[in-house]
Nanobody, 122 residues
Framework: QVHLVDSGGGLVQPGGSLRLSCAASGSIFSVDGMAWYRQASGKEREFVAQIIGSGATISADSVLGRFTISRDNAKNTAYLQMNSLKPEDTAVYYC????????????????WGQGTQVTVSS
C-alpha cells in the first residue's frame, strides 16, 4: 500500500510565493518520477513540472522561470517552489508519482495525491 500526500497550498497575493510538498510513503522500492499537475475551475488538468530519479526536470512554458521542482530521494518527497505567482496560477495542484512497489519492483504504478488548493488573489 502506498500513500501520496500533497500539501502547502493556500491564499497568496499576486507576486507572492508558496512551496508545495508531495510525500510518498508505504511499501516503496523506488520512486521513478514525480510531477505536479494543476486543474483550474472549469478547465482540464494540465502539466506543470516533472522531476525524474536522475534529477532532470521539465516544466511547462507557463511556469518556466517562476516555478522550480525538486526532490529529496531519501524522503520520497517532491517540492514545487512557486514564485511570482499570478492570478492565473489559481488551481488545485495535484502530485503524481510513478512508484515501484517493494513487493514487485518489476512493475510501476502511478499514484495521485488528493490535491491542494492554491489561490492567488489580492
Amino acid at each position: 500500500q502506498v500513500h501520496l500526500v500533497d500539501s502547502g497550498g493556500g491564499l497568496v497575493q499576486p507576486g507572492g510565493s508558496l512551496r508545495l510538498s508531495c510525500a510518498a510513503s508505504g511499501s516503496i522500492f523506488s520512486v521513478d518520477g514525480m510531477a505536479w499537475y494543476r486543474q483550474a475551475s472549469g478547465k482540464e488538468r494540465e502539466f506543470v513540472a516533472q522531476i525524474i530519479g536522475s534529477g532532470a526536470t521539465i516544466s511547462a512554458d507557463s511556469v518556466l522561470g517562476r516555478f522550480t521542482i525538486s526532490r529529496d530521494n531519501a524522503k520520497n518527497t517532491a517540492y514545487l517552489q512557486m514564485n511570482s505567482l499570478k492570478p492565473e496560477d489559481t488551481a488545485v495542484y495535484y502530485c503524481n508519482a510513478v512508484i515501484r512497489m517493494a513487493t514487485n519492483p518489476s512493475f510501476v504504478y502511478s499514484y495521485w495525491g488528493q490535491g491542494t488548493q492554491v489561490t492567488v488573489s489580492s
